[in-house]
Nanobody
Framework: QVQLVESGGGLVQAGDSLRLSCIVS????????MAWFRQAPGREREFVAG????????DYAESVKGRVIISRDTTKNKVHLQMNSLKPEDTALYYC????????????????WGQGTQVTVSS
């Protein structure tokens, strides 16, 4: 049973930084891509960033490109999302997700999800 647990969210001011972490257990982690998605109230879940199994190929949504870095540590079964220069529009519930396949920006491609960690950015 694959389980994903996120941490690191919080309430910050615009311009601050946060580092989200996702710990994975249960097996699939080594062979598939991982991603972060977010969902704000009244909005659809949207792709933020993704990373391949090797960690060498990353992908970012245009809205966060240049401000966010995704990384993974296969030996420790962790995926991180370093978010800098946060904006009020970054406020959302952030989810970690895994797939046995390649990087994808579609949430339909991911079959395992965490419960989410809340990020709130005040202006």
């Amino acid at each position: 049973q694959v389980q994903l647990v996120e941490s690191g969210g919080g309430l910050v001011q615009a311009g601050d930084s946060l580092r989200l972490s996702c710990i994975v257990s249960g097996g699939v982690f080594r062979y598939g891509a991982m991603a972060w998605f977010r969902q704000a109230p009244g909005r659809e879940r949207e792709f933020v960033a993704g990373v391949t199994w090797s960690g060498r190929v990353t992908d970012y949504a245009e809205s966060v490109k240049g401000r966010v870095i995704i990384s993974r540590d296969t030996t420790k079964n962790k995926v991180h999302l370093q978010m800098n220069s946060l904006k009020p529009e970054d406020t959302a519930l952030y989810y970690c997700a895994s797939t046995s396949g390649e990087n994808s920006r579609s949430h339909y491609s991911y079959n395992h999800w965490g419960q989410g960690t809340q990020v709130t950015v005040s202006s």
